[in-house]
C-alpha cells in the first residue's frame, strides 16, 4: 500500500514536472506571479488577481484570434483598429441612429468579419503579403472609425455597457468572455476541419494544397475568424469604458502577436494553441499589473515589456532550431525542451530582478501614498506636470507613483485600477478622455480613495477636485490674439490636437468661438497634428502646397506650433504669425525669438503642485474646493521676461 502510494506521488509530481517543460509560458507565469507576490504585498489579493484578469481580456480576445492567422503562417496588425471601428459602428448605429441594440451588436460583429474577409481575399485572392495587407486594414479601419465618429467618443448603449461591469459585484463580466472565447477558439484550433487547415497550411503551404485543400477559401475563414473576434474584444473594450473611441486599442496588434508567440506559437507558423495564447496575455497583463505596483519608472516599464517581448521571440526561433536539428534519442528532444522552459523562466526572472533594480525608495515607507496617472508623459506640457507634482510630494513626504498611459484610455483604465487594488491614499488623473475616465474613478469612489482630477475634468463620475486651465477660454484667447495681430482680417490654418481627446475637441470650440466675432479672419484649412512637432512639421508643409499666402497659425499646443515654424521657414515670425498653446519651455524660447508670435500658458508645473497638494489634503480628510482654477495668460515677446511658468 505504501508502495502505491508512493509510486502514485511520484507519478503525480512526473506528471506537473512534464507539464511546466512542455509549456514554458505556464512556467514563466508561475515564476512572474511569485516573483511579484514576493516583491508586492498588493499583488496576491483577490481583487488585484481579478484587476490582472480584467487587464488581460481584451489583448486574450485579440490574440485568440491572431493565434488562428499566425498558426496558419500569416499576420494581423489590423485587429487593433477592427476592433475600434467595430466598437464604434455599434456605438453609431445605437446611440446616435436609433438602431436596436441587438441588431447594433450584429452590424458591429459583421464589421470585424467584413474587414476579415477584406484581409483575407486581398492576401488569398490578390497575392498580397500579410503584412501589407493587413497594414492597409489597420490604417483604413482606424480612419473609418474616425470618420464615422467625427473624431469624438460615442456613449455606448447601457445594456451593452454591462459587458464591463461585474457578477454578484465580485467576478468581471471581461474575464468570462475571455474564458468563452478562449473555449471557443481551442475547439476551433483543436475539434475542426477549418483547426486541421490553420495547421496544414502554416506547416506546409503548398503540401497543404497538393493534398486537396482549397488553400484560397480556407484563408478566407481564418482571417474572417480573426476579425470576428476583433469585434468582439472591441465591444468588450468600449463596454469597460461606456464609450467607443476612435482611438481605441492602438497598438493593441502587437500586443495580441506577442501573447501568441509567448504563449508558445512559432511566427512560422504550424504551431499553436489558446491555452499558450491565454497564458501570454497574462504574462503581458502581469507584467504590467506588477510593475505598476512596484512604482517603477513609467519609461523604464516600457523596455522592461518590451525586452521581454524580443526574447520571447528570439527563444522561439531558438526552439525552432533545436527542433529542426536531428534527435539521436527521446531523451534528448526532452533536454531540449527542457532547456527551452528554463531559458524562458530564466528571461522573466531577470526581467524581474532589473525591474526591482529601479524601484523607488519610498515605496516602502510609511508615508502618504498617491497615484498620478498622466494621459502622456510625449509632451513637455505633461512632463511639466509630473515635475512639478514630483517636487511637491517630495517636498511633502509624499510617496508619488507616476504612470504614463501613452494617449491610450483603455490603458489608463487598466492603471487607475491598479491605483484602486494597491490601496493608495488618493489617485490623480490627468484623464485621456473625460468621458472613458468615468467607471474607473467610480470604482475607485466605491474603495473610498479620492481623485483628484488635473487639467481636464472627468466626465459622469464624481472627484474631489479638478485643478484646471479653460481650455475652452484659452481657445478663444488664441482666437482674439491671431485676430488682432492680423488687424482683424486674413487667412490662417488650424493644427488641431490628436482626434478624441477632450482637450483638442475643447480647444477646438474655443477656436471657433474666438473667430465668431472676428468675420474678417478665413480658416483656409483645419488638420489634425496629434500635438506632435513633428506631424506639425508634416502637416504645415502639405497646408503651404495649397495655401502659400496663408498669414497666420493657430496651434492646439506649442509642439504642433513648433513644427509649423519649422515648415515655415522665413516666414515664421515675418509674414506669417503663430500662435500655440501651452507655454512649455521650448514655446517661450521660440516666442524670445520672435518666431512664435504668442503662446496661451497654462503654468503647467502648478497644476501639478497644486493637484498635489490637495490629494494629500483629500487624504487628510480635510477640505478642499470642488475646483480649482489655474489662470491662463497669453504670453507675447513684450511679456516673456517677466513669466515664470
Known amino acids: 500500500m505504501a508502495t502505491d502510494t508512493l509510486k502514485n506521488s511520484s507519478t503525480g509530481a512526473a506528471g506537473v514536472r512534464r507539464l511546466l517543460l512542455d509549456n514554458g509560458a505556464l512556467t514563466a507565469l508561475i515564476v512572474l506571479v511569485i516573483a511579484m507576490s514576493a516583491l508586492s504585498g498588493d499583488f496576491l489579493t483577490t481583487d488585484n488577481l481579478l484587476n490582472v484578469g480584467v487587464q488581460a481580456a481584451v489583448t486574450a480576445i485579440l490574440a485568440f484570434g491572431a493565434t488562428f492567422v499566425i498558426v496558419a503562417a500569416g499576420i494581423d496588425l489590423s485587429v487593433g483598429s477592427v476592433a475600434a471601428l467595430s466598437a464604434t459602428v455599434l456605438a453609431w448605429s445605437a446611440t446616435s441612429h436609433g438602431v436596436p441594440v441587438f441588431l447594433a451588436v450584429v452590424l458591429a460583429v459583421a464589421t470585424g468579419i467584413a474587414a476579415g474577409l477584406v484581409n483575407g481575399f486581398l492576401i488569398a485572392y490578390g497575392k498580397l503579403p500579410p503584412f501589407i495587407a493587413t497594414l492597409a486594414m489597420l490604417s483604413v479601419g482606424r480612419g473609418l472609425a474616425l470618420v464615422i465618429s467625427g473624431g469624438s467618443p460615442i456613449a455606448f448603449p447601457d445594456s451593452v455597457s454591462h459587458l464591463g461591469d461585474t457578477l454578484g459585484g465580485w467576478l468581471p463580466v471581461p474575464v468570462l468572455v475571455m474564458v468563452l472565447m478562449g473555449l471557443i477558439a481551442a475547439f476551433v484550433l483543436g475539434r475542426t476541419y477549418i ?38 474584444g472591441g465591444i468588450v473594450l468600449a463596454a469597460r469604458l461606456s464609450s467607443a473611441q476612435p482611438q481605441a486599442a492602438n497598438g493593441y496588434e502587437l500586443d495580441a502577436i506577442a501573447a501568441v508567440v509567448i504563449g508558445g506559437a512559432s511566427l512560422a507558423g504550424g504551431t499553436g494553441k489558446a491555452s499558450g495564447t491565454l497564458i501570454g496575455a497574462l504574462i503581458l497583463a502581469v507584467l504590467r499589473n506588477g510593475l505598476n505596483l512596484l512604482n517603477v519608472s513609467a519609461f523604464w516599464q516600457q523596455v522592461v515589456i518590451g525586452v521581454v517581448i524580443a526574447l520571447a521571440v528570439l527563444l522561439d526561433t531558438v526552439r525552432r532550431k533545436a527542433g529542426a536539428a536531428p534527435v539521436v534519442t527521446g531523451a534528448g528532444g526532452g533536454k531540449g525542451r527542457q532547456a527551452g522552459t528554463y531559458a524562458l523562466a530564466a528571461v522573466v526572472t531577470v526581467a524581474l530582478v532589473a525591474a ?71 489617485i490623480i488623473v490627468n484623464p485621456v478622455d473625460s468621458d472613458a475616465a468615468s467607471n474607473s474613478v467610480k470604482t475607485a469612489g466605491k474603495a473610498g480613495i479620492p481623485v483628484i482630477a488635473v487639467d481636464r475634468g472627468v466626465n459622469n463620475a464624481t472627484t474631489a477636485t479638478l485643478v484646471a486651465s479653460d481650455n475652452v477660454a484659452g481657445g478663444e484667447l488664441a482666437a482674439k490674439t491671431i485676430a488682432e495681430k492680423l488687424g482683424g482680417q486674413g487667412r490662417i490654418v488650424i493644427l488641431q490636437g490628436q482626434a478624441g481627446t477632450s482637450a483638442a475637441r475643447e480647444r477646438a470650440q474655443g477656436f471657433a468661438n474666438g473667430l465668431k466675432a472676428y468675420p474678417g479672419i478665413q480658416v483656409v484649412a483645419q488638420q489634425p497634428a496629434d500635438f506632435d512637432r513633428t506631424k506639425g512639421l508634416d502637416v504645415m508643409s502639405n497646408l503651404l502646397q495649397a495655401h502659400p499666402d496663408v498669414q497666420g497659425v493657430i496651434a492646439a499646443n506649442d509642439e ?52 498635489v497638494d490637495n490629494a494629500l489634503k483629500a487624504v487628510k480628510d480635510q477640505k478642499i474646493p470642488s475646483a480649482i482654477k489655474v489662470p491662463v495668460k497669453v504670453v507675447t515677446k513684450d511679456n516673456v521676461a517677466g513669466f515664470t511658468g
Do not use: C, W
Request: charged share 15%.
Open 195 to 232: 483547426g486541421r487547415s490553420m495547421y496544414a497550411i502554416g506547416g506546409n503551404e503548398e503540401a497543404a494544397r497538393l493534398s486537396g485543400l482549397r488553400v484560397q477559401k480556407q484563408k478566407l475563414a481564418i482571417y474572417a475568424l480573426s476579425g470576428l473576434f476583433a469585434a468582439v
Open 560 to 611: 504642433m506650433a513648433l513644427g509649423a515654424i519649422k515648415a515655415l521657414g522665413s516666414k515664421a515670425g515675418s509674414s506669417v504669425s503663430v500662435v500655440g498653446f501651452d507655454g512649455t519651455p521650448d514655446g517661450l524660447t521660440a516666442v524670445r525669438n520672435g518666431t512664435l508670435y504668442a503662446s496661451v500658458a497654462q503654468q503647467p508645473s502648478q497644476l501639478g503642485k497644486i493637484a
Open 356 to 426: 526591482t533594480s529601479l524601484l523607488h525608495t519610498g515605496s516602502s515607507s510609511a508615508n502618504p501614498k498617491i497615484g498620478l496617472s498622466l494621459s502622456t508623459l510625449n509632451n513637455p506640457f505633461f512632463v511639466q506636470i509630473r515635475s512639478g507634482a514630483q517636487a511637491e510630494a517630495k517636498k511633502l513626504g509624499v510617496d508619488l507613483t507616476v504612470t504614463d498611459a501613452q494617449n491610450d484610455a483603455s490603458q489608463q483604465a487598466n492603471q487607475l485600477q491598479n491605483f484602486t487594488s494597491s490601496g493608495l491614499g488618493a
